[in-house]
């Protein structure tokens, strides 16, 4: 409507259309600020006005609040982050809206820069951040998924301790080489094929790739309880290439 309507607003913006507010990904978000966005603004449906059944705006809304946190957490200015909500017939308000924080971005100056944060370490933390996303999603489910009624709740859905914990209780999935006996079931279950398999092989989580779903965890019979989750320490260094076939009794006893 604003563009039909010729209104102005700042010119320092860059539009991505998609269907819904929901859509918007966390991952997204962080992505914009990697690649050296000031700001970034999500603009929804009004609440409780969505044209789909999933209410995509409270996830928007919901994950915004999480991703502000997280801002906080690794040192950013949070208002550099925005959500509106407003119908696709209020083109003066977005026209403002816009202005506005095109205007209240370029007073915080350029990301990073203007925290203090040192650009090579800013472009580390928000990586790092990325690459546990899945993770962050599947801990916050719940939380990612409600719907708050009450505005003043919106800065309760979140705590600064409980993003600090997150952060600082990361779990892990290792497999135990002394336990592991190569019978491919987590491999076969690993949505992103992040266990390194092979016949007679013990198995090896590659941490690079791990989502940290935990169905590993889930899948390894409990006869052979080989998976195991670590929370806050250092994952063990895999077990080298050529330490890795198993032998089996019978098979010694053959030989
Ligand atoms: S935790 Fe999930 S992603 Fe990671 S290795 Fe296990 S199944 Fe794969
Ligand atoms: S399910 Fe358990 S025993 Fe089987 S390969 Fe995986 S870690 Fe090893």
């Known amino acids: 409507m604003a563009g039909v309507s010729r209104?102005?607003?700042?010119?320092?913006?860059?539009?991505?259309?998609?269907?819904?507010?929901?859509?918007?990904?966390?991952?997204?978000?962080?992505?914009?600020?990697?690649?050296?966005?000031?700001?970034?603004?999500?603009?929804?449906?009004?609440?409780?006005?969505?044209?789909?059944?999933?209410?995509?705006?409270?996830?928007?809304?919901?994950?915004?609040?999480?991703?502000?946190?997280i801002m906080e957490h690794i040192g950013l200015n949070p208002e550099r982050l925005r959500i509106e909500f407003m119908s696709s017939a209020e083109g003066i308000l977005f026209a403002e809206v816009m202005s506005?924080?095109?205007?209240?971005?370029?007073?915080?100056?350029?990301?990073?820069?203007?925290?203090?944060?040192?650009?090579?370490?800013?472009?580390?933390?928000?990586?790092?951040?990325?690459?546990?996303?899945?993770?962050?999603?599947?801990?916050?489910?719940?939380?990612?998924?409600?719907?708050?009624?009450?505005?003043?709740?919106?800065?309760?859905?979140?705590?600064?301790?409980?993003?600090?914990?997150?952060?600082?209780?990361?779990?892990?999935?290792?497999?135990?080489?002394?336990?592991?006996?190569?019978?491919?079931?987590?491999?076969k279950r690993c949505p992103v094929e992040a266990i390194i398999s092979a016949k007679n092989q013990v198995h090896v989580i590659d941490q690079e790739k791990c989502i940290k779903c935990g169905t590993c965890f889930e899948a390894c019979p409990p006869r052979f309880g080989a998976v195991t989750k670590i929370s806050g320490e250092p994952v063990p260094p895999p077990i080298p290439e050529e330490k890795r076939t198993i032998v089996r009794k019978s098979k010694e006893k053959v030989s």
């Open 100 to 187: 506005e924080f095109g205007n209240k971005v370029n007073k915080l100056g350029p990301l990073g820069k203007a925290e203090g944060i040192d650009q090579n370490e800013l472009k580390s933390k928000l990586a790092e951040i990325t690459k546990l996303v899945p993770y962050i999603k599947l801990v916050k489910n719940e939380k990612l998924a409600s719907r708050l009624e009450n505005p003043e709740e919106y800065d309760k859905l979140f705590t600064k301790d409980e993003i600090g914990k997150l952060f600082s209780e990361v779990i892990s999935y290792y497999i135990d080489p002394e336990k592991c006996q190569a019978c491919m079931i987590c491999a």
């Open 7 to 69: 209104l102005q607003y700042t010119t320092e913006m860059r539009l991505i259309r998609v269907m819904c507010s929901g859509r918007v990904d966390l991952e997204f978000v962080l992505r914009a600020f990697s690649n050296g966005m000031d700001g970034v603004f999500i603009g929804g449906c009004r609440l409780n006005e969505c044209n789909y059944i999933t209410h995509g705006n409270y996830h928007a809304l919901n994950m915004v609040l999480l991703c502000r946190k």
